[in-house]
């Protein structure tokens, strides 16, 4: 179980972090997705600091299990609310293939730490 968290974990946190340094450095590609489910460009720093904390969170999560299952847990709630953004605008999983990626991690990561 703990070698399974630490996989996970660091897929999570590896996912997060680079997702939030793609919107950063204003990767083209991210920013038409952003603009096309709302996202305002104001927002675009507090989604990538919110992915970076939840990455950073499952990090030290390895350590100090009750910060590794809220920051796993907030990184779900987080890609929950990006891909009803797509699914609400009637996208195809083309558009957000890799926000169910992180989301689907994030959730296995959950549930691990759960069963710690």
Avoid: C
């Avoid at 603009?35 to 950073?56: R, T």
């Avoid at 030290?60 to 609400?88: C, D, K, R, T």
């Amino acid at each position: 179980m703990t070698i399974a968290l630490i996989i996970f974990g660091s897929l999570l946190a590896f996912a997060a972090i680079g997702s939030a340094i793609s919107k950063l450095k204003k990767v083209p590609d991210v920013m038409a997705a952003m603009e096309k489910v709302g996202v305002k460009p104001n927002q675009i720093p507090v989604l990538a600091f919110l992915e970076i904390a939840g990455g950073l969170g499952v990090i030290v999560g390895i350590w100090v299990p009750v910060l590794g299952l809220v920051s796993s847990a907030a990184l779900v709630l987080y890609f929950i609310g990006a891909l009803y953004s797509h699914f609400s605008r009637g996208h195809k999983v083309v558009d957000f293939g890799a926000a169910l990626g992180i989301f689907v991690i994030a959730t296995v990561t959950t549930i691990l730490q759960l069963k710690r």
